[in-house]
């Protein structure tokens, strides 16, 4: 257990909707990376929040956004969500916004139908 | 962020030494190697980490170069549970890593 929680676990949904997946860090860490992994494929890096603020963006779409809040959780909110969309959304932790070593949750297994 | 390149997979038997190896050639002074390990439907888990010579740890061993240019995980006496997905990435702790990247990784396949 690395002490990342995400919620829910899994996720069903039509395409056009919108969801909103919660990744809660370790305690202690300031910095929270969001993930996609997509059937077989490598992890493509999204958004880095740090302490509240974005610090660092990946290939993210703009129809995705994130916020990290003050108690330090963030949400990863997906909209006009596509049949592509379907993926492993994974959430890490780490101490500072420096750091190589993530801390990753369980994941977000999300189904767009 | 210095490209790595390894293995897309490899098979292993049981109870056997398992070598994977990172290259790197652009490693820059500042970066770290650092290996991760990701089952399937499961977030990928810290292994390892070491800057030059040799770390080892409870779970592995990573040797690296004098030139730095590649690195080696080993695995010592794998069992089925080590079936894996193995990332090596390498970075400089010292900056922002926005542009950490997971590659394809090597899927480490062990057999009875």
């Known amino acids: 257990d690395s002490g990342v929680t995400q919620t829910p676990k899994h996720l069903i949904t039509a395409t056009g909707q919108r969801v909103t997946l919660r990744c809660s860090p370790r305690?202690?860490?300031?910095?929270v990376y969001w993930y996609q992994q997509s059937l077989d494929q490598g992890l493509q890096f999204l958004i880095q929040y740090y302490n509240g603020e974005e610090r660092a963006k990946g290939n993210i779409l703009e129809r995705f956004s994130a916020q990290q809040f003050p108690d330090l959780h963030s949400e990863l909110n997906l909209s006009s969500l596509e049949l592509g969309d379907s993926a492993l959304y994974f959430c890490a932790s780490s101490p500072q916004d420096t750091e190589v070593t993530q801390y990753f949750g369980p994941g977000t297994r999300l189904l767009v139908l | 962020l210095a490209k790595t390149t390894q293995p897309i997979s490899m098979d292993s038997y049981e109870g056997q030494e398992v070598n994977i190896t990172c290259s790197h050639n652009n490693i820059a002074t500042n970066d770290y190697i650092t290996w991760y390990q990701q089952f399937p439907s499961q977030g990928p888990r810290f292994i390892i980490q070491?800057?030059?010579t040799k770390v080892t740890n409870e779970v592995a061993s990573l040797f690296i170069p004098a030139d730095r240019k590649s690195s080696t995980l080993s695995l010592p006496r794998v069992s089925l549970s080590d079936t894996a997905v193995y990332y090596c990435?390498?970075?400089?702790?010292?900056?922002?890593?926005?542009?950490?990247?997971f590659g394809a990784g090597t899927r480490l396949t062990v057999k009875p």
């Open positions: 305690s202690g860490d300031l910095s």
């Open positions: 070491g800057y030059k």
């Open positions: 990435l390498v970075g400089d702790r010292g900056v922002n890593n926005n542009d950490m990247r």
